[in-house]
């Protein structure tokens, strides 16, 4: 049930981290703030193709 996915930094759009969620209780894009290494700070990452 559980499934890869990418998650992008919205300001500078790397893709930072590989996690997986449950498809059938989340099923709206997954957003966290976590550290980008090449902003060098906390931002906020969604989730990507």
Do not use: D, P, S, V
């Amino acid at each position: 049930m559980r499934e890869i996915i990418t998650l992008a930094c919205t300001q500078c759009k790397q893709r930072n981290y590989n996690t997986t969620k449950n498809k059938k209780k989340t099923t709206n894009k997954l957003e966290l703030k976590k550290y980008c290494r090449f902003c060098h700070t906390h931002t906020l990452h969604k989730e990507t193709k």
